[in-house]
């Protein structure tokens, strides 16, 4: 129960005021636990960042099992994923985080590694185990699970990442063509017909 109040109060601060203008001290008061707590916990603040991010992202692991799914074709799998995944990225706060994060590297390159290895790297390292599931199991005909991930992220994001970044509106129609075009190139380019 402690240990999710503090990660409650720590993602918070996180995405409202960044990495390095949040303190340990005021995420314990915000926690109602002492500083110890979080140290015993976390190690530091860059321990608890890092538990705050994959926890983020873990709400996206339902997206990325590998239990069968009956009846649910590839094409369907690749849209609930591409919708979820561009869903996640474009919450505001999301968004917000990014920016705080990209800026903070240019001071400390570590809290850019340390995101990058807690989210995306993770994230992506799961769906690529879901393809290679797809591929063993004869629906797709990949050499490399992990580029064919990158590859379906990137589609599906296109430009929309780097538009809301610099404030453009989230453009839910648009989002929805990029996943769409994606999941069609996708399955040209990988499927092989047995799940599609």
Do not use: W
């Amino acid at each position: 129960m402690k240990r999710q109040a503090i990660l409650d109060a720590a993602t918070r601060s996180f995405f409202d005021h960044g990495f390095a203008a949040t303190a340990i001290e005021q995420v314990a008061a915000d926690a109602h636990v002492s500083k110890v707590t979080i140290y015993n916990q976390f190690g530091d603040k860059r321990g608890l960042f890092v538990a705050a991010v994959e926890r983020e992202c873990a709400r996206m692991g339902d997206h990325f099992s590998i239990a069968p799914m009956p009846g649910l074709s590839l094409r369907a799998r690749l849209e609930a994923i591409g919708a979820a995944m561009t869903a996640f990225m474009s919450r505001p706060e999301m968004v917000q985080f990014d920016r705080r994060i990209a800026a903070e590297t240019e001071r400390d390159p570590a809290i850019g590694e340390a995101f990058l290895e807690a989210g995306p790297r993770q994230m992506l390292r799961a769906f690529a185990v879901l393809l290679g599931t797809l591929r063993d199991a004869g629906e797709i005909a990949v050499e490399d699970p992990e580029l064919a991930a990158e590859q379906f992220v990137a589609m599906c994001k296109g430009l929309g990442d780097l538009e809301r970044r610099f404030g453009c509106p989230n453009d839910a129609t648009r989002n929805q063509r990029r996943i769409t075009a994606a999941v069609d190139a996708f399955c040209r380019a990988y499927g092989t017909g047995a799940g599609d």
